[in-house]
């Protein structure tokens, strides 16, 4: 059975930082790009960063480069996504997500629907 569970998640003042973790079944880790969407009240879900099985390619929404990493621990079947100079405007419920054929493309794919697997989520809030 697939699964995948967040963690991390709060509320931090603006300017915070707050690390998400998301730990995997290993079938879907070994084969599967992992991907981190969030979705705010009242808003679609969006694309907020991806990376490849390597950790070697990896892909982000322009609204967080330059703020938020992505990484994994392929010995843990875990993905992180450490989120520094936090905004209110990144209060949203933050999701894991595999996409399973990931690896038979050559870039990160950043479609919600492309994703076959979601963890639960975490909410994370950014307010003073």
């Known amino acids: 059975q697939v699964q995948l569970e967040e963690s991390g998640g709060g509320l931090v003042q603006p300017g915070g930082s707050l690390r998400l973790s998301c730990a995997a079944s290993?079938?879907?880790?070994?084969?599967?790009?992992m991907g981190w969407f969030r979705q705010a009240p009242g808003k679609e879900r969006e694309f907020v960063a991806g990376?490849?099985?390597?950790?070697?390619?990896?892909a982000y929404a322009d609204s967080v480069k330059g703020r938020f990493t992505i990484s994994r621990d392929n010995a843990k079947n875990t993905v992180y996504l450490q989120m520094n100079s936090l905004k209110p405007e990144d209060t949203a419920v933050y999701f894991c997500?595999?996409?399973?054929?990931?690896?038979?493309?050559?870039?990160?794919?950043?479609?919600?629907?492309?994703?076959?697997?979601w963890g639960q989520g975490t909410q994370v809030t950014v307010s003073s």
């Open positions: 290993a079938s879907i880790f070994n084969n599967g790009v």
């Open positions: 997500a595999a996409d399973s054929e990931g690896m038979l493309h050559t870039n990160v794919r950043v479609t919600s629907g492309e994703y076959d697997y």
């Open positions: 990376i490849r099985w390597s950790g070697r390619i990896t």
